[in-house]
């Protein structure tokens, strides 16, 4: 996982995610991109956690929303967008569009980033998030959508 040191300062990987946060142990981060991510740096489910709760608004038991949510405790700002709220639960294009909307904010306040958004083949239509993201105005240009084995797998990969 040493691909984070490949990235550019300006270049920051934003993965899809749900909402669940298991409380003190951090947010359920079980697999692809996630659990490298959460084995490679053991402290970004916390970090992610704390940041989702403090940003975020809780729903019930374990279910949180937050939409977009970033960490810098890696050394390299690493963001979630949040495409659902249960793993269990399908994708769902109303939480992804809320959540690419608050992307756009961020990016609008921090001008010198551009985001990596990872898609995952199991989570999403890569057509309709590119879809999504065309159709903000703040995100053309400034977000590339990338295949989460892809990101994962060349440049930015060891």
Request: aromatic share 12%; net charge neutral.
């Amino acid at each position: 996982m040493e691909w984070l040191k490949h990235l550019t300062p300006e270049e920051v990987p934003v993965f899809p995610h749900h909402g669940v946060v298991l409380g003190a142990s951090g947010l359920l981060m079980e697999k692809g991109a996630s659990l490298a991510l959460a084995y490679r740096y053991r402290h970004l489910p916390t970090a992610f956690a704390s940041e989702i709760c403090r940003a975020g608004t809780h729903l019930y038991g374990k279910i949180w929303h937050y939409g977009f949510v970033l960490s810098t405790a890696s050394g390299q700002p690493v963001g979630l967008y949040q495409t659902r709220y249960d793993y269990r639960d399908p994708p769902d294009p109303g939480v992804t569009r809320v959540s690419l909307q608050k992307l756009a904010r961020w990016l609008e306040e921090n001008p010198k980033f551009r985001a990596l958004l990872a898609l995952t083949e199991t989570t999403w239509d890569f057509d309709l998030v590119q879809d999504l993201v065309a159709r903000n105005p703040w995100l053309e240009g400034r977000v590339r959508c990338v295949p989460e084995h892809d990101l994962l797998r060349t440049r930015y990969a060891v």
